[in-house]
């Protein structure tokens, strides 16, 4: 990918960014996903219209490319975000394989502007999450059951 | 919440747990959302059924919830999960707003069955990252232009 293809697919990003600002559809956040060169998908926060707090620019374009791949592999895409995705949206761009990002703003950008998520940072580092989660273990047991069975299966199709 | 209610919905979300083992949905991971007292949305982890990379337990039951209910913030629920959340789903818990996460299995126990989220939490530590995977920055400026357009919109729902 040449820098004038790169520069072009941030600009896909940051226009889907504009697209939810103006639309009132959550905050300023685009991203698309591309494979070869193409872009596959393109999505922007929707977090207010549709109400949903998991409708991230990077979670909706993942989601978005998975239907049209028709898989939850996407280790031969890349992804472009207007904004350094939070930690949600980079745990599930693992999730789905993908291997490289590209990203315009900062964390520090978007906590500038109120969205601030170096707490999830913090919580996410397991020795600070007692300070501002309650996270309580109930039932170990029992709900291994569900692991046991798994592992017993024969038709498991693993990600 | 009594003991008793608590272990019923436990119960719940190994019960949906048990569902996706069974259908083949993908991992054996339940989850539900309560909110005073009643279960408002029940789901288990469909990422190789929906072909979606990000459709875990937790993550399909914010989103249930949130449509239940019509809004993003669910900062009066709780959630049950069989499992300890990876980390794309803690993040979203926290964006939800939920306060309390009740949970089975641990990270190791889904480790030892092959869901090894252990490199994902390392790569959210800003100081490991580089080590998985290509981050790189591109038009911080221009990406920046969104922002300043939220920032200077008076219509602005935060969230």
Partial sequence: ???????????????????GVRGNHGGPFGAVVVQNGIILARAHNKVVSSKDPTAHAEILAIRKTSKILNRFDLSDCEIYSSC???PMCLAAILWARIKKIYYGCTRD?????????????????????KKHLKKIMLNRERCLQPF??????????TY
Avoid: H, S
Wanted: charged share 45%; with cysteine; hydrophobic share 40%.
């Fill in 109 to 129: 950008d978007a906590a500038a502007i109120g969205f601030d998520d170096r707490v999830i940072y913090e919580i996410l580092d397991i020795k600070k999450e």
């Fill in 84 to 86: 350094e995705p939070c």
């Fill in 148 to 157: 046991k069975e798994w592992t017993d299966k024969t038709d498991r199709i």
């Fill in 1 to 19: 990918m040449n820098k004038q293809e790169k520069n072009a697919f941030m600009e896909a990003a940051v226009k889907e960014a504009f697209k």
